[in-house]
T-cell receptor, first 114, second 117 residues
Framework: SQELEQSPQSLIVQEGKNLTINCTSSKTLYGLYWYKQKYGEGLIFLMMLQKGGEEKSHEKITAKLDEKKQQSSLHITASQPSHAGIYLCGADITLTGGGNKLTFGTGTQLKVEL | DADVTQTPRNRITKTGKRIMLECSQTKGHDRMYWYRQDPGLGLRLIYYSFDVKDINKGEISDGYSVSRQAQAKFSLSLESAIPNQTALYFC????????????????FGPGTRLLVL
C-alpha cells in the first residue's frame, strides 16, 4: 500500500508564481526527504527533514515538516523554468533486521510556463 | 564524473531474454539499492545490499536477482524478462551519517529505461 500521498499530482504555474507541494503520511515520519527528478535523469537530493517543526531552505525552495511529523510541504518562491520536473518525497521506513529503506510518494509533476 | 553510474541507459529486449543492469559508484558507500519507477506507482524497492556479503529482498523482488561484486558494484538481473518489467530502473547508494549514525541520504544514478517487448 502507498504510505506517502503527494498532492497535487501535477501542477502548471506561470513563471514567477509561488507554489506548494504536499506530502502526507499515515505514520510518523522519522526522516523525510525531498528529491527532484528531471525527465530521463536520476533523482537529485534536495533536502532532508527529521525534527518536528523543522524547516530548511535551498535557494528558492523551502521544505517544512509539521510538528506531528506526518506531513511535509515543499514551497517554491518565484518559480522559474529551471524548477520544472517531478518532485518526490521519500520517507525512511525501518527494515526488518535493521537499517532503513526509502519509500516514495508517487510524485508531483511541475511545469512552469513562461 | 558522476558518483553513481548505470549502464545501459536504455535497453530494449524481448520477452524471455535474460538481461543485466549494472551500477557503479565512486562514493565509497557500503549501501546500495535497486528501485523501479512506474507511472502512478512511484519508486519501489527491488533489492538492497548493506555490504558485499549482505543482500536483501525488497518489496518487489520476484523475477529479479542481484549480485554485489564489490563495494562499488551492484548488478540487477532479469532472469527471464516479461513485459510488465518495462520500467525505469534506478540504482542508489547511501551511507549513514550524523552523530547518531541515523541520517541516511540516498544518492541516485541517472536510471536505465527498459522496454520489454
Amino acid at each position: 500500500s502507498q504510505e506517502l500521498e503527494q498532492s497535487p499530482q501535477s501542477l502548471i504555474v506561470q513563471e514567477g508564481k509561488n507554489l506548494t507541494i504536499n506530502c502526507t503520511s499515515s505514520k510518523t515520519l522519522y526522516g523525510l526527504y525531498w528529491y527532484k527528478q528531471k525527465y530521463g535523469e536520476g533523482l537529485i537530493f534536495l533536502m532532508m527533514l527529521q525534527k518536528g517543526g523543522e524547516e530548511k531552505s535551498h535557494e528558492k525552495i523551502t521544505a517544512k515538516l509539521d510538528e506531528k511529523k506526518q506531513q511535509s510541504s515543499l514551497h517554491i518562491t518565484a518559480s522559474q523554468p529551471s524548477h520544472a520536473g517531478i518532485y518526490l518525497c521519500g520517507a525512511d521506513i525501518t527494515l526488518t533486521g535493521g537499517g532503513n529503506k526509502l519509500t516514495f510518494g508517487t510524485g508531483t509533476q511541475l511545469k512552469v510556463e513562461l | 564524473d558522476a558518483d553513481v553510474t548505470q549502464t545501459p541507459r536504455n535497453r530494449i529486449t524481448k520477452t524471455g531474454k535474460r538481461i543485466m543492469l549494472e551500477c557503479s559508484q565512486t562514493k565509497g558507500h557500503d549501501r546500495m539499492y535497486w528501485y523501479r519507477q512506474d507511472p502512478g506507482l512511484g519508486l519501489r524497492l527491488i533489492y538492497y545490499s548493506f555490504d558485499v556479503k549482505d543482500i536483501n529482498k525488497g518489496e518487489i523482488s520476484d523475477g529479479y536477482s542481484v549480485s554485489r561484486q564489490a563495494q562499488a558494484k551492484f548488478s540487477l538481473s532479469l532472469e527471464s524478462a516479461i513485459p510488465n518489467q518495462t520500467a525505469l530502473y534506478f540504482c542508489a547508494t547511501s551511507d549513514l551519517t550524523g552523530a547518531d549514525g541515523y541520517q541516511e541520504t540516498q544518492y541516485f544514478g541517472p536510471g536505465t529505461r527498459l522496454l520489454v517487448l
